[in-house]
DNA sequence: ATAAAATATATAGATATCTATGTAAATAAT
DNA sequence: ATTATTTACATAGATATCTATATATTTTAT
């Protein structure tokens, strides 16, 4: 929810207000750890690399394939023009490469090169103390479960934002 | 971790990629329903608030007191400026206002304004259809576990963000 | 008492995002 | 076949955020 994303300095640790609703908190908890997890994330990433822009060659390496600009935008849920840019910042680290589709002229290839390849293997290497992170937690949260729950929720809401679900 | 917010067009409906460490595909769906969340959220929100906005207004409502810049922003954690900026927008609509202490010449108090408090009131009427909507998961979603978790997800990641337990 | 350090907020500049719109290419309609 | 519509990407302008820094005030040290 965004405006939620409030931390409490008062006594307790619930996050959110008295006054919400449980879903609500459940809400507010999900945007504060989006924004620190975020952050983590961030902070190790090497070479001016913005989470973005990590986001599009991780996806390009292990798809092991090349995607067009408004499927990458779909597949990471932002604005057209938004991902326009990012692979334009890619291109101009010589990370990815953007041609023109032989078969559709409006069509634009993005294709990772050895370069954003060797770059990908790099960053998934200084990102090791995210998973050491995470395992450490792994005691105290049951990750399966959680995930189910989170999984069900995104459905609700991908049905609420994109309309009668247009989730696959 | 926002660089994973990644949606599957594939064929399953699991977020992240096959590769992910649960872990990272909890953080996917995380960033997924966040930012989902604060896009049915926004578009709920009238008189042209942000999110940000209406969290200040909220907020200020609630705890019935006047607090500081720095206050607030420590709560929604966001930097001095963004608040000040926030702060500022609520002025210019005269949702608050900002007096230099009494004792200190430094702090600034927000404290919301008679039009704020109806302005929160009215959107928090506009608000309406999300409560329903969340009453609507309700059947398939355990929220009091869920948050239980997702409670505790939060508390390590603040004390891996902001050091040795910064969480008071 | 004065100078130095710390604190609260504001300003400046950079970046990532969004919406609206322009341009070029492909498809559909006549 | 021509024209109109749709589609894919780029550009422009607006906004919210961040970091770095300036300014004013308070607190601390000497």
Redesign the interface.
């Known amino acids: ?9 008062e ?1 307790t ?3 959110g ?1 008295e ?1 919400d ?7 507010t ?14 902070r190790l ?1 090497p070479e001016n690399l913005t ?2 822009q ?2 599009v060659l ?2 390009l390496a ?2 092991g394939m090349k995607e067009t600009v408004s ?1 990458l935008a ?4 932002v604005a057209q023009p938004t991902m326009s840019s990012t692979v334009k910042k890619l291109v101009a680290k010589r990370f990815v490469t953007m041609r023109v589709s032989k078969t559709d002229g409006r069509v634009k290839h993005v294709a990772i090169t050895k370069r954003g390849l060797a770059c990908r293997e790099r960053t998934v290497q200084s990102l090791s103390p995210l ?1 050491a ?3 450490a ?2 005691d ?8 189910m ?10 049905t ?2 994109y309309g009668q679900d247009s ?2």
Chains 1, 2 share one sequence.
């Open positions: 929810m965004a405006s939620n994303k409030e931390r409490r300095i006594s640790s619930d996050a207000l006054a609703p449980i879903a609500f908190k459940v809400m908890e999900i945007d504060m750890i989006a924004s620190m997890a975020t952050t983590v994330f961030e990433l989470s973005a990590f986001g991780n996806r292990r798809l499927e779909v597949a990471f849920m998973y992170m995470y395992e937690m792994a105290k949260l049951e990750w399966a479960p959680m995930l729950q989170l999984n069900t929720l995104r459905h609700y809401l991908e609420e934002v989730a696959e």
